[in-house]
């Protein structure tokens, strides 16, 4: 059985950082991803590495600011978040494929897990 367990997520000032982690187990991905969801808006994707880690996408909003990273001797995908501001605030979900496909599409993922609050105070 598949599960990916968020973890890292929280309250922070903007200008502050935060790393979340996902743990994941049940079986190996060729791609996991970060997508985020704010209230009232549609889910986006925020960025994916490919299983190797040499292919990495990242949206717009995050470049320069997100890295996304996996340890798969971990089995763990990892999100660190730097210079956040108050319109990162947002559930985040991990989530994961055993294809590469589009990377950044939402529909190309499998595995989804429960989400963590990430919340940006001015």
């Known amino acids: 059985q598949v599960q990916l367990v968020e973890s890292g997520g929280g309250l922070v000032q903007a200008g502050g950082s935060l790393r979340l982690s996902c743990a994941a187990s049940?079986?190996?991905?060729?791609?996991m991803g970060w997508f985020r969801q704010a209230p009232g808006k549609e889910r986006e994707s925020v960025a994916a590495?490919?299983?190797?880690?040499?292919?990495?996408y990242y949206a717009d909003s995050v470049k320069g600011r997100f890295t996304i990273s996996r340890d798969n001797a971990k089995n763990t995908l990892y999100l660190q978040m730097n210079s956040l501001a108050p319109e990162d605030t947002a559930a985040y979900y991990c989530?994961?494929?055993?294809?590469?496909?589009?990377?950044?599409?939402?529909?190309?993922?499998?595995?989804w897990g429960q989400g963590t609050q990430v919340t940006v105070s001015s």
């Open positions: 049940g079986r190996s991905f060729g791609k």
């Open positions: 989530a994961a494929d055993r294809y590469i496909g589009t990377m950044s599409r939402i529909r190309d993922y499998e595995y």
């Open positions: 590495i490919s299983w190797l880690g040499d292919s990495t």
